[in-house]
């Protein structure tokens, strides 16, 4: 029988959910599309007057908000309110690594979906179709099921209710996600009934061309997510690898990338060496793919794609302790400029970001940084590195002794008054912004011998050279013997 949906209700208003609903109402102006979340901040900020105040950057998500919302796109803290007039609930809320307890720092944590589950299994009314956004460990949609197939059985028949489960894993990337979202690649769907696989089908059928739409079991669907970010990540592990090697033997893992990328069977992307990957995702799934792994009796697997994750760790360390070694061995009084802090760029989001890792490994060492980002602010890097800025204003006091500043930092909102007086700037992230710099101008402010750590191949190699200042790139051998 053909399901209807008008009312869909996305529980978690996060970098997933916001930006999927927003291209969902946008391409379905028939559908009441409501984004709800427990964070009252977070919703207050989807519905901040000044778009600008956005709680997610992503380039093209303002315009389609200024279009939807108030129309036809809801973000509230009503939950219960919403779920009751759902025909589709999406779970779009975070599941990250569990810290303690069973299955600690590789399985997810699966209490916020669990309670969604629950709160749809008690305020649901009539038929819901319940849909798993969330990456999530295989074998969750059978949680959700359970939970809501034990709601109070006298309940569930007064008020008719009755669910089905379809996994729709998302694919997008931030920083482009509202690209992905209206030009997706595939999307997947994976349920047992076909009728409420056909209700979502129809919805994405509203931009998206049949052949694109897949169907598969829910298993697979869920494995198929966790697969693709784990084939991804390893491709970062195996060019960073690379790249390494490339330093050591006056090799360009530039040129490598790009005569291995032309052979079709491997293709050209993901190919960029750098500080190594970030973000929510890549990590977290796959350990949960190792968790499964050893779950299921296959430690040759778990082993497999634990290694990955490894030479990321591996890689992000390599480069803080390159850095302490060519500065003569301590970085201690020294002022360094951190370029960019989000885990990539055209985006926020500041979680798992290399940066992180690398700035926390120089202040151990005792260095005093003074972090840049376009879109990242100075209470997010705090809360992040769990320490408090230098100076709270913003302004920092750019000729200030770093001797007095040994493993603090600072926030700065202008690049070149950030690299005054520094003895090195370290480009961690490729803001486009970072690859235009005059660096003329800012080798005149800094302290010599001045070097420039280009750790995502973005800087323009000769200017900086010309410049007459110190220069590394990340997998360019070549360049170090240039010296
Ligand atoms: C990833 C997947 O791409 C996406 O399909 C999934 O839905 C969520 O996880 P995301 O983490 O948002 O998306 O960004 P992605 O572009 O994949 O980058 C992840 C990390 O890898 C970033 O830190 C990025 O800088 C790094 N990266 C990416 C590289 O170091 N080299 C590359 O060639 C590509
Ligand atoms: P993602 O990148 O997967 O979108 P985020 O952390 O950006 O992850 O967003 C997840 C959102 O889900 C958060 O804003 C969080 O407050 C919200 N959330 C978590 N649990 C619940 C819940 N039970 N009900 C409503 N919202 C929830």
New binding site residues.
Partial sequence: MKICIRNICCIGAGYVGGPTMAVIADYCPNIKVAVVDVNKNRIDLWNSKDLDDLPIYEPGLKKIIERCRGKNLFFSTSINEYIESADMVFISVNTPTKKTGIGAGKASDLKWVEASARQVAKFSKGNTIVVEKSTLPVKTAEVIKEILESTDPIQKVKEQKSFHVLSNP??????SAINDLQKPDRILIGGESKDAIMALHEIYRNWVPEEKILHTNIWSSELAKLT??AF?AQ??SS?NSIGALCEATGADVREVARAIGSDKRIGS??????P???????KKDILNLVYLSNHFGLPEVANFWESVVSLNNWNQNRLSTLIVKTLFGTVSSKKICILGFS??ANTNDTRD??ALNICKNLLEEGAYLIIHDPKVGSKQIELDLNLKPVIESEDVEYESDPSQYEGKWSYSREVYKACNRADAIVVLT?WEMYSDLNWEIVAKSMRSPAWVFDSRSIVNSKKVLKAKLNFWRVGDGAIQKKR
């Fill in positions: 998302e694919f997008l990337a931030e920083g693709a970010n991804l491709r970062i060019i992307r993901f190919l960029d060496s750098g190594g990957f970030g973000g929510s995702c890549f885990f990539k970001s290399a490729e």
